[in-house]
C-alpha cells in the first residue's frame, strides 16, 4: 500500500481548502459537548488506572519479597503520576 497524495489528502481541494462544507454552530457546539464529554471520562479513568496499575505491581513486588509496604509506595507514586499525567494532557488547554 503506498502513500499517493491523492489518498492522503482526499477531503482536501487542489488549493488546501477543505473541501468539507463549513459546519454549523450547532454542529461545532455539538462537537465541543463530546470532548467535554470525553474529557470527563478520561480523567477519572487515568486516575484509577494509575492507583489499580501502580498499586497492583507494588502489590506483586510485595509478595515477591515477602514486604507489605511496596504496595502503599505504588498507589502513591501512581495516583501522583497520574495527576502528573492529567495535568500534563489537559491542563494546558
Known amino acids: 500500500m503506498s502513500d499517493h497524495p491523492a489518498t492522503v489528502r482526499r477531503d482536501m481541494t487542489d488549493d488546501g481548502h477543505s473541501s468539507q462544507p463549513a459546519r454549523s ?3 461545532q457546539e455539538q462537537e465541543r459537548g463530546r470532548l467535554e464529554e470525553s474529557r ?3 480523567i477519572p479513568s487515568y486516575l484509577l ?8 505491581i507494588g ?4 509478595r515477591l519479597i515477602g514486604t507489605n509496604f511496596i504496595v502503599a ?6 495516583m501522583a503520576l497520574a495527576i502528573y499525567y492529567v495535568w500534563f494532557r489537559y491542563g494546558k488547554s
Open 49 to 56: 488506572a494509575g492507583v489499580l496499575g501502580f498499586g497492583g
Open 73 to 78: 509506595i505504588g498507589i502513591v507514586g501512581g
Open 59 to 62: 502489590y506483586l513486588i510485595d
Open 25 to 27: 454552530g450547532a454542529e
Open 40 to 42: 470527563a471520562w478520561n
